[in-house]
């Protein structure tokens, strides 16, 4: 059974830095890329930032390209996105999902599996 865990999220003040976690288990079908999504209040889904297999190829909305890095480490099946200067329009639940047959180079594009999300305040 795959399972998609994401951590890290929290209150913070506009300007701080968060690092989220999505933590992945159970998959069995060889390299996956992992993409991150938010969801604001009364709002869609949106994109924030994709990552391949081997970590060589990545995507940014261009909301966050200059503030957020995403990165992996395949040992431990974790992916992280680091947040810096954050807005109070950041503010949403953040997803990690995952793409099991983009294999070891390609972007995420299409999500078979997903996390409960985490939810990152900024502001008062």
């Known amino acids: 059974q795959v399972q998609l865990e994401e951590s890290g999220g929290g209150l913070v003040q506009p300007g701080d830095s968060l690092i989220l976690s999505c933590a992945a288990s159970?998959?069995?079908?060889?390299?996956?890329?992992v993409g991150w999504f938010r969801r604001a209040a009364d709002k869609g889904r949106e994109f924030v930032a994709g990552?391949?297999?081997?970590?060589?190829?990545?995507k940014y909305s261009p909301a966050v390209e200059d503030r957020f890095r995403v990165s992996r480490n395949n040992a431990e099946n974790t992916v992280s996105l680091q947040m810096n200067n954050l807005k109070p329009a950041d503010t949403a639940v953040y997803y990690c999902?995952?793409?099991?047959?983009?294999?070891?180079?390609?972007?995420?594009?299409?999500?078979?599996?997903w996390g409960q999300g985490t939810q990152v305040t900024v502001g008062s």
């Open positions: 999902g995952v793409d099991v047959s983009a294999g070891k180079y390609a972007l995420p594009f299409e999500y078979r599996y």
């Open positions: 990552i391949s297999w081997n970590g060589g190829n990545k």
């Open positions: 159970g998959i069995t079908s060889g390299p996956y890329a």
